[in-house]
């Protein structure tokens, strides 16, 4: 099924494809000298069964393969939603001094041979004044000047808690963030303390990265009995089953697979509604039962 016309509206009134294709995990390369074929071939054959959304980064080093992508499947540009990211660093602040955000996109546009991406995220929260030369609400300034001209429709974050979300909304910004991707999924309902209603509160879309969870780190886990049960009862597999809980949150799954099959039924979770006892029970169960897989300390630089 295509997903043409499943969308999430942003705050600013933009829309946003309801499922994202990734290219980190699994594609993930350390630079970007060579070309992934594999991952170009998946990519169009993705983009051909109608993903319309395509989540990338700078530290995937995948931009030449998406932009080849897209060139090769022959869809046109506005009819693609394609996501980039600046990255600060992970965990620790002993890297990067490299390009700010507004170098680094510009520098990313090229590689993608693209003229503006539609969404640009911070990747991490990790930056101070000290590490970088500019704190987290210079960087946002970056992204409003990439948003102002036009180089990036909608701007975000990534990984952020709510103390650094609070002090770019604190800045009187001219452009607020519109996502914060997060991992989420029913073994995580918060990456960090309230941050999920926060951002709602706040008109920010949580974007899951991680959804399936349950299925690869998490399997074995409580939910097993569960998903398999749900899987019968709606004629779907479990990752659907999984996909759909989390759209049902009011969140945007971002999933990836290197398998057509898989890619497929990626698509095809808008022809069934979890009803309100089998949404809660994943909910529940989920909860009883914790699985982080990314950025599993968070430090905070305050
Ligand atoms: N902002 C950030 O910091 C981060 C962003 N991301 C983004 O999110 C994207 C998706 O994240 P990811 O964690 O991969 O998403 P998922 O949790 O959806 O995991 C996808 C992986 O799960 C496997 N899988 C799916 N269903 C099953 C199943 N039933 N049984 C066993 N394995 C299964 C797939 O394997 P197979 O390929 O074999 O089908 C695939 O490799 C990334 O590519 C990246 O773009 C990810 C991490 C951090
Ligand atoms: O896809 C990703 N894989 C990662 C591993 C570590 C930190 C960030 C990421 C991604 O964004």
Excluded: C
Aim: charged share 25%.
């Amino acid at each position: 099924m295509s997903l043409q016309g499943k969308f999430f509206k942003l705050a600013n009134g933009n829309t946003i494809p309801a499922v994202g294709y990734g290219t980190g995990t699994k594609w993930y390369k350390t630079s970007n000298d060579e070309l992934d074929n594999t991952l170009v071939d998946t990519l169009v054959k993705a983009i051909k069964l109608g993903f319309n959304h395509i989540d990338g980064a700078e530290v995937y080093h995948t931009d030449f393969e998406i932009g080849k992508a897209i060139e090769k499947s022959g869809v046109a540009r506005k009819d693609i939603f394609i996501t980039n990211k600046y990255w600060p660093g992970g965990n620790s602040l002993e890297k990067n001094n490299g390009p700010n955000p507004y170098e680094s996109l510009k520098a990313s546009l090229k590689r993608l041979n693209l003229d503006y991406v539609d969404l640009y995220l911070i990747h991490t929260p990790y930056i101070t004044k000290e590490s970088h030369g500019f704190d987290i609400v210079e960087a946002w300034k970056y992204l409003e000047q990439l948003q102002d001209e036009g180089l990036a429709k909608n701007i975000g974050v990534s990984n952020f808690a709510v103390a650094d979300l609070q002090k770019i909304l604190d800045s009187n910004p001219k452009h607020k963030p519109v996502v914060n991707q997060i991992e989420f999924s029913a073994y995580l309902q918060n990456q960090t303390p309230e941050i999920v209603e926060f951002s709602s509160k706040n008109g920010i879309l949580i974007e899951a990265y991680g959804p399936s969870g349950p299925l690869t780190k998490g399997k074995g886990g409580p939910l097993d009995p569960v998903l398999e049960k749900l899987a019968k009862k709606y004629n779907k597999s479990e990752g659907q089953i999984l996909l759909r809980w989390v759209l049902q949150r009011g969140v945007l799954p971002v999933t990836t697979s290197n398998k057509e099959e898989r890619i497929k039924s990626f698509l095809d979770i808008f022809d069934f509604e979890l009803d309100a006892s089998d949404f809660k029970e994943i909910s529940e169960v989920g909860k009883t039962h914790t699985v982080r897989q990314f950025f599993t300390e968070y430090k905070k630089f305050d």
